[in-house]
T-cell receptor, first 111, second 114 residues
Framework: GEDVEQSLFLSVREGDSSVINCTYT??????LYWYKQEPGAGLQLLTY?????DMKQDQRLTVLLNKKDKHLSLRIADTQTGDSAIYFC???????????FGTGTQLKVEL | NAGVTQTPKFQVLKTGQSMTLQCAQD?????MYWYRQDPGMGLRLIYY???????DKGEVPNGYNVSRLNKREFSLRLESAAPSQTSVYFC?????????????FGDGTRLSIL
């Protein structure tokens, strides 16, 4: 079955770049997503990338996809304290738009 | 602009009690989903409904039932709550059949079973 893995924690200093990594197993995924969860809230879609793309940039966010290695990363430039949250990687498995989520990476931004 | 609304936001139950979690969306989405979120395990799909009148099991359906009451509403029922069902439950919805559209999430129901 599908499996999505992420490291559980990442700590960075304010102003530095953050890189959150994700690996997945389903080669038939058509879309890969990054969601952000702030404390006590639901998941908000940050960005997504179609599987035939290598990179997508959206303001401070850069998504890189290595389809050969099934590796996805999210880079946040100039990380701010408001970026502290849990970040989930997810892959689209088709048919009814079911998603498989990773375990989530808790990003802590220190002053 | 409500999006996905879940009720209640918090609930404490005793083992063996029953409860229905409610979810409604106002985005005219066909597909709706129920997930549970546990520490270190991400989100796991309990049940989903690709369209009104249809429901299917996800990864962890045991101990739960669902009802797709109409296009807007998708409820999750715990018939006999167990401590292992202590979790945060999220409802989501999405468009179906137009590429792989993102899912939109509610704010969650925090459920504790004593």
């Amino acid at each position: 079955g599908e499996d999505v893995e992420q490291s559980l924690f990442l700590s960075v200093r304010e102003g530095d770049s953050s890189v959150i990594n994700c690996t997945y197993t389903d080669s038939s995924s058509t879309y890969l997503y990054w969601y952000k969860q702030e404390p006590g809230a639901g998941l908000q879609l940050l960005t997504y990338i179609f599987s035939n793309m290598d990179m997508k940039q959206d303001q401070r966010l850069t998504v890189l996809l290595n389809k050969k290695d099934k590796h996805l990363s999210l880079r946040i430039a100039d990380t701010q304290t408001g970026d502290s949250a849990i970040y989930f990687c997810a892959e689209g498995t088709g048919g009814g738009n079911k998603l498989t989520f990773g375990t989530g990476t808790q990003l802590k931004v220190e002053l | 602009n409500a999006g996905v609304t879940q009720t209640p936001k918090f609930q404490v139950l005793k083992t063996g009690q029953s409860m229905t979690l409610q979810c409604a969306q106002d985005m005219n989405h066909n597909s709706m989903y129920w997930y549970r979120q546990d520490p270190g395990m991400g989100l796991r799909l309990i049940y989903y409904s690709a369209s009104e009148g249809t429901t299917d099991k996800g990864e962890v359906p045991n101990g739960y039932n669902v009802s797709r009451l109409n296009k807007r509403e998708f409820s999750l029922r715990l018939e006999s709550a167990a401590p292992s069902q202590t979790s945060v439950y999220f409802c989501a919805s999405s468009v179906t059949g137009v590429d792989n559209q993102p899912q939109h999430f509610g704010d969650g129901t925090r459920l504790s079973i004593l």
